[in-house]
């Protein structure tokens, strides 16, 4: 398993549908997700028994966050579609309840998947999207190293309004370079 400071990221397990089902429809999480309409029990079922499988496969790697010391569920997180070839996979990450946010789990979690992808993986580079109001996301992403590198101009459409897609990176020379500070 791995840690951070505060946080261990493990295999997602039926046990946390409670804690997934709680706030995984909340819209205060949805807007930020690329995904707004709502999952059941079910779906959320199935794609816990799928992030088994895609990790078996070597091409998906889903964990849930939880806190090192209360083992609260906090959220889940991961590392999808990976390239083969050229080593790059893309990012995700998602703290569920509005009362974690701000409290540096993110920021922890995002070190800790980092780690796993270029030390475990062997990766070359790691990608994300955020919509451009996600302003919190964003500062998170740029504080572990990760680039602004370009956006998809009214990819989404959240409360009635367009917004910019943005693209995200981080090469494997730059997370060695952020470490040695
Ligand atoms: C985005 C997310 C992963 C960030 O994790 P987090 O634990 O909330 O963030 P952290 O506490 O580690 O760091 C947040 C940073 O943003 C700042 N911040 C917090 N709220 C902010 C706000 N409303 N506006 C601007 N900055 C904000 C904090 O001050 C902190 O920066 P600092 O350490 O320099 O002070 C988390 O909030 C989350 O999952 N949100 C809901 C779903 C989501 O947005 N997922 C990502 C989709 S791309």
């Known amino acids: 398993m791995f840690e951070g400071e505060n946080v261990r990221l493990r295999s997602i397990e039926l046990t946390d549908l409670d804690a ?12 930020f997700l690329h995904e707004p309409r709502p999952f059941s029990r079910v779906e959320e079922e199935e794609w ?10 070597g091409t998906d790697f889903q964990f849930a966050i939880e806190h090192k010391e209360t083992k609260e569920f906090l959220g889940t ?39 796993f992808g270029f030390n475990y993986l062997n990766l070359n580079s790691v990608r994300l999207r955020v919509n451009d109001f996600n302003v919190r996301g964003i500062k998170t992403y740029k504080k572990v190293g990760f680039t602004e590198v370009g956006k998809l101009r009214q990819a989404n459409f959240v409360e009635g309004k367009y917004n910019d897609m943005i693209f995200m990176d981080i090469l494997r020379e730059e997370w060695e370079k952020m470490k040695q500070k």
């Open 20 to 31: 997934i089902m709680e706030n995984w429809n909340n819209l205060k999480l949805r807007r």
């Open 48 to 57: 816990i028994r799928s992030t088994w499988r895609r990790r078996k496969a």
């Open 77 to 115: 997180a991961g590392l999808f579609s990976l390239n083969q070839v050229a080593r790059s996979i893309e990012l995700g990450i998602a703290i569920h309840a509005e009362k974690n946010w701000g409290k540096g789990y993110g920021t922890d979690t995002m070190k800790v998947l980092l780690e």
